[in-house]
C-alpha cells in the first residue's frame, strides 16, 4: 500500500499563494478589466494547484479555483423559494413615460423639487440569477423562475470565473445575496457559434438564448466550456448593519467583495439628467461588447426606496427604459453571393428594409449553406432580422406560418460569382469557396501580400500599402504581373521615389531564385504551410510531379491528411491557377528541384520547439536542420514535445518545458547532436563527405 506524500509547511505555503494569485487574476480580470496574468500564466498556475490537489486530496477546499467544475451531471435541477421575490420592473419605451415616472415618485414622497438622485445602468439582456454567500463563501444560486420558485443551479454557477467563489475583504458580512445577469459578450458568441459550425453542432441564434441554454445544462462541464460572464445589479440581502445606505454605494462594495458591476452604471440627479444618461447609452449601444434592451432606473437611496414600496409584482421605485427592438420581421427578396478574401463564399440577403435597433437593414448574412440548411430558408419567406451591437445583421429565423406560395429553393453556386472558378467544399466543412486564391479579384489583396512574405518569396518593400496602390491601378492581377513591373512606373507612385522604385525591382529580380518548398508555400493553398509544403516539395521533388498527383498520392506524403490533400488537389485542378503557375514560371521564377532521398531520419515522429535568440544560426535554418531530419518543428510545447532548444531570451515556452519535465538543449549542445545525427544520417545511406561529380566539375 503506497503511502501518503508528506505535507510540508512549503506545500501549504505554495497551495495558498497559488490560489491568491488566481483569485486576483479572476478579481483584475472580471472586475477591474486590468489582466494581471496572460492566459497561459493562468492555466499553468492553475495546473500546478490541480497537481497538488490531486495528490493531497485532504487539501482541498470548497472555494479552490480548481473546484469549478466539480459536481456530477444532475437528474434535474431542484427547486428554490427565494427569500425576497425576484421581481420584474414596470417599463418605459419614451421620454414622456420616464418623466411620468420621475413625477409619480416625487408625489408619492410628497417632493416638490426635481432633484432627486437615481442611479442607471444598462439593463443586460441575458438571465437572471441570485447567489447567496454565508460567511463570506458561495453556498447557493438559482434562476429567477416565476419571481417566486427558481431552479438551483449551484454546480454551474460556480463554473464561472466572474463569480467570486469566496468574497474578498475583511469585513464580510454574515449573510449575503446578490442578484445579476448572466450572459454572453458579442465576441465570445461569435467565437462560440463558429466553433459549433466546425464541428456541426447547434448554432444558436442570439446571445441570449445561448446564455440561458449553457447555464441550463445538466452536466456543469458542459456550461463551463461556454464563455458565460456575470454582472451584479441588487443587494437583495446583507446581515451587515453597517452596508451603505443607497444603492450606488452598494454596488461600489460588491466590487470590494469581488463582484462585477457594469462599468455604465451612474449616479444623475434630476429627470433631465436621468433622460440625457438613456440617450448617450443608447447612443453607445452599438459600440458595446453586449446586448442590452434598455436601462434600469433606480431611486438611489434605500430609505426612500423602502417607503416608495411595491405594486403587484414590482417596485415603486424602479423602472426600465426600453431600446428599440434589435429584432423585426421582413421579407427575404434575393440571395446573393460574396466572395470573401480567403475565398469563403457567404451568402447574402437581400430583404425588403427594416428598421432594426434604430437602423435601417437591407441586407443580413446567412452565414453559410448548413445555415441556409438549418433555417429552412427559401427566397419569398417571411424572416426574423437581428441586430446587435456592430455584428453584421443576420437572418435567425423563417416564420413557417406566414410562408406564401411560389417561394424558391436557395441554390448555392457552383463557380465562383467573382471569377468563375469551379467551387469547392471539404467534407466536414461548413464553408464554400473558390480555390482561385492566385487568379480570383476578390481574393487578390491577401494572395499578393502572401506570395511577397518574407517566408514565402520574401520580397524586400513589397508591403501592403504598395500592393493596395497596384490593384488599384490595376497593374498587377496575379503574382505573375509583379515580374513585369518597371522602375519608371512604380517611381509614380505615391511615397515611392526612383530609388526605392529600383530597390522594389531589384527585391524582384532577387525572388526570381527561389526553392522549391518556398514556391509551393507562396501560392497560398489552404492548410499548406512551410512545413507541409517542405514535405510535399521532398516527396515529389518537382513541381509536375506534384500537380499531376492524385488524391492517394497526395494522402501518402508526411502530415498531409485527407483535408489537406483536397485542398492542394482541387488547387492544382484549377485551370486558373495552373495558368499562374505557368505565367511566374515564364516570367522567369525558377527553383532547384528537390531531391528527392531515401536519406534516414532519425527525428522521424518527433516534435521540437525553437524559442529564444540562435547566434550561429537563425531559428528558421534550425528549423530547415531539424526538418531535414525527419523532425516536425512547433511554436508549443506539449507533454509530447521532444525537446526544446532554448536562446538567450527565451521566456514561457522555456518555463513550460521544465515545468513538464521535458528534455531542454542550449545552442552548443543542439548543434552537437544535430552534428552528430546529420553525419550518423549520412553514413546510415552510403554518403560521404566528398563532393559530387557536379560539385567537384
Not at 413615460?97 to 444598462?122: G, W, Y
Not at 442590452?292 to 437611496?301: F, L, M, R, S
Not at 481574393?443 to 511577397?452: G, M, N, S, V
Not at 518548398?517 to 509536375?544: C, K, Q, S
Request: hydrophobic share 40%; net charge negative; charged share 25%.
Amino acid at each position: 500500500m503506497s503511502q501518503k506524500p508528506p505535507e510540508t509547511p512549503e506545500l501549504f505555503e505554495e497551495i495558498a499563494q497559488l490560489r491568491t494569485e488566481l483569485d486576483e487574476a479572476n478579481y483584475r480580470y472580471y472586475v477591474h478589466d486590468d489582466p494581471t496574468l496572460t492566459d497561459a500564466d493562468y492555466d499553468r498556475r492553475l495546473r500546478r494547484l490541480q497537481e497538488l490537489e490531486s495528490r493531497h486530496p485532504d487539501l482541498i477546499a470548497p472555494d479552490s479555483p480548481t473546484q469549478r467544475v466539480g459536481a456530477a451531471p444532475a437528474e434535474g435541477f431542484p427547486e428554490v423559494k427565494h427569500a425576497v421575490p425576484m421581481l420584474s420592473l414596470d417599463n418605459a419605451f419614451n421620454d414622456e413615460e420616464i418623466m411620468a415616472f420621475v413625477k409619480r415618485v416625487n408625489e408619492r414622497l410628497e417632493r416638490d423639487s426635481d432633484d432627486l438622485t437615481f442611479c442607471c445602468e444598462p439593463k443586460l439582456d441575458g438571465l437572471a440569477v441570485s447567489l447567496v454567500y454565508e460567511n463570506g463563501a458561495l453556498v447557493s444560486g438559482a434562476t429567477r423562475g416565476d419571481g417566486r420558485t427558481g431552479e438551483g443551479i449551484t454546480s454551474n454557477l460556480r463554473t464561472l470565473r466572474s463569480i467570486p467563489l469566496k468574497l474578498r475583504g475583511e469585513s464580510i458580512p454574515q449573510l449575503l445575496e446578490v442578484r445579476g445577469e448572466v450572459y454572453i459578450s458579442h465576441s465570445g458568441f461569435e467565437a462560440l457559434n463558429e466553433r459549433a459550425r466546425k464541428e456541426g453542432s447547434k448554432v444558436f441564434a442570439n446571445p441570449r438564448n445561448a446564455a440561458a441554454g449553457s447555464l441550463r445544462q445538466l452536466d456543469p462541464q458542459v456550461t463551463a466550456q461556454r464563455p458565460l460572464e456575470f454582472c451584479a445589479y441588487q443587494v437583495a440581502r446583507i446581515d451587515d448593519y453597517n452596508a451603505p445606505m443607497t444603492h450606488s454605494a452598494l454596488m461600489a462594495r460588491l466590487r470590494e467583495f469581488g463582484f462585477r458591476t457594469n462599468p455604465e452604471l451612474d449616479r444623475v440627479q434630476g429627470s433631465a439628467a436621468l433622460l440625457t444618461y438613456c440617450q448617450h447609452l443608447g447612443e453607445k449601444r452599438e459600440r458595446l461588447d453586449y446586448d442590452i434592451d434598455g436601462a434600469v432606473i433606480k431611486v438611489d437611496e434605500l430609505r426612500l426606496q423602502r417607503e416608495l414600496g411595491f405594486v403587484a409584482r414590482a417596485p415603486r421605485w424602479a423602472i426600465a427604459y426600453k431600446f428599440p427592438a434589435q429584432e423585426q420581421t421582413t421579407w427575404l427578396k434575393a440571395v446573393e453571393f460574396q466572395v470573401g478574401r480567403t475565398g469563403a463564399i457567404t451568402p447574402v440577403a437581400r430583404l425588403d428594409p427594416v428598421t432594426v435597433a434604430g437602423a435601417l437593414v437591407s441586407n443580413a448574412t446567412l452565414h453559410n449553406q448548413d445555415e441556409i440548411v438549418r433555417l429552412g430558408a427559401m427566397i419569398g419567406d417571411r424572416v426574423v432580422i437581428r441586430r446587435a451591437g456592430d455584428v453584421i445583421p443576420q437572418v435567425v429565423r423563417v416564420i413557417e406560418d406566414e410562408r406564401p406560395e411560389g417561394v424558391l429553393p436557395i441554390e448555392f453556386p457552383r463557380h465562383c460569382p467573382v471569377c468563375g472558378s469551379d467551387v469547392e467544399r471539404i467534407d466536414g466543412e461548413a464553408v464554400v469557396r473558390c480555390p482561385a486564391g492566385l487568379f480570383c479579384a476578390a481574393q487578390r489583396k491577401e494572395a499578393l501580400k502572401h506570395f511577397a512574405s518574407r517566408r514565402a518569396l520574401d520580397i524586400d518593400g513589397l508591403g501592403t500599402k504598395i500592393i493596395d496602390q497596384l490593384i488599384e491601378r490595376e497593374w498587377v492581377k496575379t503574382p505573375a504581373d509583379l515580374f513585369h513591373l518597371k522602375a519608371q512606373a512604380l517611381a509614380e507612385l505615391p511615397r515611392l521615389a526612383e530609388k526605392s522604385a529600383q530597390n522594389l525591382i531589384d527585391a524582384l529580380e532577387k525572388s526570381r531564385h527561389t526553392t522549391l518548398p518556398r514556391f509551393i508555400y507562396a501560392l497560398g493553398i489552404r492548410e499548406v504551410g512551410e512545413a507541409t509544403a517542405g514535405n510535399l516539395a521532398r516527396h515529389f521533388g518537382t513541381l509536375e510531379a506534384l500537380m499531376q498527383a492524385a488524391l492517394a498520392d497526395l494522402e501518402a506524403v508526411e502530415d498531409v491528411g485527407p483535408v489537406v490533400a483536397a485542398h492542394v488537389h482541387a488547387f492544382f485542378n484549377e485551370p486558373h491557377n495552373r495558368e499562374t503557375v505557368a505565367q511566374l514560371i515564364d516570367a522567369g521564377v525558377r527553383w532547384e528541384e528537390a531531391e528527392v532521398s531515401a536519406r534516414p531520419q532519425p527525428l522521424l515522429g518527433q516534435t521540437w520547439v525553437l524559442t529564444g535568440t540562435l547566434e550561429s544560426m537563425t531559428r528558421d535554418e534550425g528549423k530547415a536542420r531539424l526538418q531535414a531530419l525527419g523532425a516536425k518543428v512547433s511554436g508549443s510545447v506539449s507533454k509530447k514535445t521532444a525537446g526544446v532548444v532554448a536562446g538567450p531570451g527565451a521566456g514561457s515556452k522555456l518555463a513550460k518545458a521544465e515545468e513538464l519535465n521535458v528534455d531542454v538543449f542550449d545552442e552548443a549542445s543542439f548543434l552537437s547532436r544535430l552534428a552528430a545525427w546529420e553525419s550518423g544520417a549520412s553514413r546510415e545511406s552510403g554518403e560521404s563527405e566528398q563532393p559530387s561529380n557536379e560539385e567537384s566539375a
